[in-house]
């Protein structure tokens, strides 16, 4: 099985030279990720001039059977674009395989009275309509939901992709399905934990859509993602190629599902994990028997967890919360003990509780974002200084204000560990210039968790940090085991820096498992 991506572009970026000048260079990525065709239309089309880059589109991929066309659309206005009529008909004379517009990029609504004429043309030509956002992060809600609805209760023969969903639109889109047979999800952005398993289970598998979002995005998390999920084989096939393939009127694939052309090391350590519910970002495993399921499908040994409630504001009952899955999961969970900045009379007694009664905790972890504070906020000073004594790991949710260099060196016994580090795109300078120092402090270290995916930034990161300071993080059930696991696997980088990544960094700092550190060097 090949995977087909609906989801791929060509054309330089403006801001950077990930963009793809070639159809040969794309396809080099494409087999690189084991993607067999793609839907693709051109950047240019998507910045600037529609009409050039739909044309530059046609010139690049010309001739090559396995790059299928998608010209870019939106809705005339003082005669600046075709008439969708004639549009829509001359793209299908040149045989587009479907349109996609960019509302919100281009400045306009997806109303019908905007958007009737082009929509109902396309329906009437069976050419599929994605609909497309932009990037934007889980939390941001920028997808006009009633208007997506209005469009395929009006245009119920119409096929409607709606482009990067990502775990803030779980929802939405799950209360929208039901109602909206010819809606389908584009999911390169959707890592939510489990996420495609849980849509299949739920009846929703031809809804969902494999896409890389390349240039930009680094497909392997898709990849990954996918090709790593406990999916059957016919929902698998589905979700991977042929839903794509039926909406774009392919022939379906009967080929053989293929396996992950990534090699995953036999034992990972997860630095960055949680347990309980956070409902902003529906986060539906729960369960410790489905966390310990999901971990062994991923070859996850350990995962360090704290409890969300811990970090949003009851910490003393999260603490518990916490203290109680490590007790059902020895030696497969481990524990991060919450300290809030704000309650610092009640640091002591939390530690005590967490290092002397309880078992299984080993770091500490520190949510400045949520705590609206810090890491050199004297509120944690009782608790740094606890971690320096005992030589403890502190998970730190920071932000670019924090005083690393005093922190540091205050409590040179306790590593740092800054979470979502990937969550840079590999490129802004603040990111550079925080990740630079990483590598000349010897007790600062980064962890990767973060649900985006920017293509080659794990690879600048690890130039600028050090190989031997990079931890894998999940920040599992917020987000997939899969689709973390791809940055790292699908990197292209050497084999003994994924391990260090995926092991070797973490059993360093937390003295996991001896044992596997042999099996695994």
């Known amino acids: 099985m090949a995977l087909f991506d609906i989801n791929a572009a060509i054309g330089r970026v403006p801001n950077s030279r990930l963009g793809f000048d070639t159809a040969e260079a794309l396809l080099t990525e494409m087999d690189r990720l084991g993607i067999g065709e793609a839907l693709v239309y051109h950047r240019l089309a998507e910045d600037a001039d529609i009409m050039r880059g739909n044309a530059l589109l046609m010139e690049a991929i010309r001739g090559h059977d396995r790059l299928h066309p998608c010209w870019v659309m939106a809705p005339a206005a003082l005669g600046d674009l075709p008439e969708a009529e004639y549009w829509v008909k001359d793209a299908s004379d040149a045989g587009v395989k479907a349109v996609r517009i960019f509302p919100r990029h281009s400045l306009y609504t ?20 994605l609909i497309d956002y932009g990037p934007h992060m889980w939390p941001e809600r920028v997808i006009p939901w009633d208007w997506v609805k209005e469009l395929c209760d009006q245009y119920p023969r119409l096929p409607i992709v709606v482009v990067g ?43 969902m859509i494999f896409g890389t979002g390349v240039p930009l995005r680094a ?28 909406i774009l009127c392919l022939p379906d694939d009967s080929a053989p599902t293929e396996s992950s052309p990534f090699t995953l090391p036999p034992h990972v350590i997860d630095a960055h994990g949680h347990v309980g519910a956070w409902e902003r970002t529906c986060t539906p495993v729960r369960t410790l028997e489905d966390i310990v399921a999901s971990m062994e499908w991923c070859h ?74 810090q890491v050199h906020h004297p509120g944690y000073a009782y608790a740094l200084g606890f ?50 120092r990483v590598r000349t402090t010897p007790n600062l270290y980064v962890d990767v968790a973060g649900s985006a995916a920017h293509r080659e930034a794990l690879a600048r990161l690890v130039d600028l940090a050090g ?28 084999s003994d820096i994924q391990k260090g990544i995926l092991y070797n960094n973490a059993h360093r700092l937390f003295g996991f498992h001896e044992e596997m550190a042999c099996q695994s060097s």
């Open 467 to 494: 190989a031997d300071k990079v931890l894998f993080g999940s920040d599992f059930p917020m987000f997939d085991f899969g689709f973390e696991l791809g940055r790292i696997t699908g990197s292209g980088l050497e």
């Open 165 to 207: 969903i990502t775990p803030g639109e779980a929802r939405d889109m799950w209360a929208l399905l039901p109602q909206a047979k010819n809606l389908y999800f584009e999911y390169h952005a959707f890592c939510t934990a489990n996420a495609l398993e849980l849509m299949a289970g739920a009846g929703f598998g031809e809804a």
């Open 300 to 373: 996850i040994d350990t995962m360090v967890v704290c409890s969300f409630s811990a970090i949003h504001g009851e910490t003393r009952a999260g603490n518990r919360e916490t203290a109680e899955a490590l007790k059902q999961a020895p030696g497969r969970l481990y524990g991060y003990a919450v300290i809030n900045p704000h309650y610092p009379e009640e640091s002591a007694d939390e530690l005590q509780f967490c290092f002397e009664q309880a078992q299984g905790f080993v770091g500490l972890k520190l949510h400045c974002s949520l705590h609206g504070v």
């Open 387 to 436: 971690a320096n004594e005992r030589g403890l790991p502190v998970l730190v949710h920071r932000g670019e204000e924090d005083r690393w260099d005093e922190v540091t060196a205050q409590y040179p016994r306790v590593n740092f560990i800054m979470a979502h580090a990937c969550l840079w795109d590999g490129m802004d300078p603040k990111g550079r210039d925080l990740y630079a």
């Open 110 to 129: 997806l109303s019908q009275w905007c958007m009737g004429s082009l929509c109902a043309t396309l329906e009437n030509s069976e050419m599929p309509l």
């Open 219 to 246: 497909g392997e998390c898709t990849v990954e993602q996918t090709l790593r999920s406990s999916l059957e084989p016919e929902d698998l096939a589905d979700m991977s190629r042929n839903n794509a393939r039926r």
